[in-house]
Every structure is written in structure tokens, then in C-alpha cells.
């Protein structure tokens, strides 16, 4: 029978629960096999860590790759995480060009109006570049203000949603979706595809965990390989999230990242529950925009 292989690249953070730590056991436990291409080597990831240890592998990506090319390897899908340098965005872009599948960028570099320790501003431009060979862009509003060289406009509402996900578009990406979109008690992501805007909410939990924007991405990832439409993938992946949160609340513990092992065994139930969500029923439940 058939089973989607993707290839996700970005680092391994040893300790703090994001990246190929999350991307890997997620997308693998939806049953799509998970190839990985790391980065990098990190003691932890750089929220909220000091001294941690940075082992950069960009030097292995071509003879990796080049390996698979001689293997005959190709995959159903591409996503891409963390990347640490501009030589990265460029391997990244080679890759691109020369495997197969749908590619999925998470332009991982930043949240709460800020960049993440290393990055610049001139680094989220490069990335903006990748973004146009990509199908499926999937920014938080952080990252989005940062690639459009836009004002940072706070909190995202659905409206301010609307507002970037077109100039998103113009970079020449497939479907952009904007996560962690706020609407009123309520958290979610809005999707543009050029045609239409998909959205999908679920509770807004009042916490903040560091790696669900890498959860999220996993479980898009894991749900566009398996060929769920753009609604089923959106909700999915918030669902998983949201589940994963709820788990970790009160874990003062633990806000390196979330309880996500706690939760994986729910999505192979998410993945084979039946409606698309594009039926009359769920149509009226979820509001379309
Ligand atoms: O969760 C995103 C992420 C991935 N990898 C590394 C990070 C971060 C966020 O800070 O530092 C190394």
C-alpha cells in the first residue's frame, strides 16, 4: 500500500522539544515516513537558553543529497524548519530544484515582534526568496512582518490576516497560511490560496509554549502528505496543537516545549476521521471567510 515519504531539513536541537525532535516522531506516528536532513546540532534550541553548544552541518547537505540522487531517493513532500544561514537558504533552494513532492517552508526565525537570537533582518529577506519556490508557507505574523519588510502589527487579527496574506502570495508561494491568528476568544490560522481564504479556530488557551509552531508545522506537514485538503490539513494540525497545550498547562516544567508525546497517540485518530470538513454540517459549524 501506499506511504507518502517526506524529506524534513532543519536542526537537532538535543534538549527543548522543537525542530527534527518534534518534526520526526509526529509526522512519523500520522504513518508518513520522515526522512531527515539536519542542520545543525544544538545542546538546545536559543529560546531561553545561553551558551548553548551550535555544531553547524552544512558541509554534509550536498554529499547527503548528492548520495540520495545517486540512490535514486525522492519524496513526496519537502519541509523545511530552522535554517541557519544564507548558505542554507541556497542548499535548501538546490534541493528544491532538483527533488520531488510538494514543498512546505516554515520560515522559522522569529515570534512576538522579535527575531530569534542570531537572526537579522536582512536573513528573513533570503528566506522571503525560498518562500517563492514553496507551495505552502506557513509564517506566524512575526516572521510575515519581517519577509515583507512590513511593521509589526501586533496582535493577528483575522482583518490583519487578510491584509498580508495576499502580499504574501506575491512572493510567489503556492498557499500562505499565517499561524497563531487571534479572533476574539479564539486562536487559529487563516489560509490564502489566491482563490480562497480557509480558516480554522479553536480555543485560545492563554499560554505560551516554546516549539508549536514546529507541532503545528509537523502535523500540516504529515496531513498535506497523506493528501488531506487544505480545511482537513489546517484542522488537524490545529487540533493536534491545541491538544498538546492543553496537556502542558500548570507544567511550569516543561515551557522549553510541549507535552506533545502525551498527545501523538490522538493523531492517528485525526488522520483517519472521516469528513473533510468541507461537508454542509461543518460548513455551517466553521465559519468560511
Ligand atoms: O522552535 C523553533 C526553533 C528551532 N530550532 C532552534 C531554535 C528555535 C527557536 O528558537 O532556536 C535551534
Sequence with gaps: MYQPRILTIQDISCFGKCSLTVALPIISAMGVETVILPTAVLSTHTG???????????????PVTDHWKAENIDFNGIYTGYLGSFEQLRLVGEIFDSFGGFKLVDPV???NGKLYTGFTPEFALGMAKL????????????????????????????AIARDFLPRLLELGCGTAVLTGVVENDRQGVVAYDGRDYTEYYSDNLDA???GTGDVWASAFCG???LKKDLYT?????????????????????????????????????????????????????????
Design 48 to 62: 531561553g537558553f545561553k551558551n548553548f553548544t551550535f555544531r553547524d552541518l552544512t558541509e554534509d547537505i550536498k
Design 109 to 111: 526565525m522569529a515570534d
Design 131 to 158: 518562500c517563492s519556490k514553496a507551495d505552502y508557507i506557513v509564517p506566524n505574523i512575526t516572521e510575515a512582518s519581517f519577509m515583507l519588510g512590513r511593521e509589526y502589527p501586533g496582535v493577528c487579527t483575522p
Design 208 to 210: 505560551k509554549f516554546h
Design 223 to 225: 496531513a498535506v502528505a
Design 233 to 289: 490539513s489546517l484542522r488537524i494540525a490545529v487540533d493536534f496543537t491545541v491538544s498538546c497545550i492543553r496537556r502542558s498547562i500548570g507544567d511550569d516544567e516543561h515551557r522549553y516545549g510541549v507535552r506533545f508525546e502525551e498527545s501523538i497517540g490522538e493523531l492517528a485518530g485525526m488522520v483517519s476521521a472521516g469528513p473533510s470538513g468541507r461537508n454542509k454540517k461543518e460548513k455551517a459549524k466553521y465559519r468560511f471567510l
